[in-house]
């Protein structure tokens, strides 16, 4: 069956950077795109980052654009989301996320990684 | 960006009832919208892609309708399993994006 297990959160200071990891399995994972999805505590869903499944294509959140980084590995099984120059309105649970019937919906989600941006 | 707004913010309701939600796009979506459903201390669950197509595996009282910018799930009875937050979201553009979500309380 799917699974998405991300890592790599944790706290960073106002302006650092932080690398998200997404280990992929249960599918054949160079042949979809893949999303990171977010949540601030409490808060509604924030859909941040796409990557095609060849890495081709990449779209961004107005909110990240030029700070965040998506990429993959795909000989890995690896979704990333490099973050850099962080802020506080960055801490959220981020979600990787498969669109498994490449319609361009959120088919399967990982658990989350929690990023927090505080001092 | 398209800009969803979900309306009711909050609707309270009893099992066995009818639950309708809304949705509502800034810009014509065409049918490009799904409905997921989020429980507390779990992940979104995809309900209905492209405005009305069940996902897999989801009960039949679940139905969407709507296109261009105005959209309808509906729960045809509530179970007591129901009770969660629900989400919109569009892919028609990019940048994808959510409505704020509207929780669904037992009244």
């Known amino acids: 069956q799917v699974q998405l297990v991300e890592s790599g959160g944790g706290v960073v200071q106002p302006g650092g950077s932080l690398r998200l990891s997404c280990a992929a399995s249960?599918?054949?994972?160079?042949?979809?795109?893949l999303h990171w999805v977010r949540q601030a505590p409490g808060k509604g869903l924030e859909w941040v980052a796409y990557?095609?499944?060849?890495?081709?294509?990449?779209f961004y959140a107005d909110s990240v654009k030029g700070r965040f980084t998506i990429s993959r590995d795909n000989s890995e099984n690896t979704l990333y989301l490099q973050m850099n120059n962080l802020r506080p309105e960055d801490t959220a649970v981020y979600f990787c996320?498969?669109?498994?019937?490449?319609?361009?919906?959120?088919?399967?989600w990982g658990q989350g990684t929690l990023v927090t941006v505080s001092s | 960006e398209i800009v969803l707004t979900q309306s009711p913010d909050t609707l309270s309701l009893s099992p066995g009832e009818r639950a309708t939600l809304s949705c509502r796009a800034s810009?014509?979506?065409?049918?490009?919208l799904a409905w997921y459903q989020q429980k507390p201390g779990q992940t979104p669950r995809l309900l209905i892609y492209?405005?009305?197509n069940r996902a897999t595996g989801i009960p039949a009282r679940f139905s969407g309708s709507g296109s261009g910018t105005d959209f309808t799930l509906t729960i045809s009875s509530l179970e007591p399993e129901d009770f969660a937050v629900y989400y919109c979201?569009?892919?028609?553009?990019?940048?994808?994006?959510f409505g704020q979500g509207t929780k669904l309380e037992i009244k």
């Open positions: 979201q569009q892919r028609s553009n990019w940048p994808q994006t």
């Open positions: 249960g599918f054949t994972f160079s042949n979809y795109g």
């Open positions: 990557i095609r499944s060849d890495g081709s294509n990449k």
């Open positions: 492209d405005a009305s």
């Open positions: 810009q014509s979506v065409s049918s490009y």
């Open positions: 996320a498969q669109d498994a019937s490449g319609l361009g919906y959120f088919d399967y």
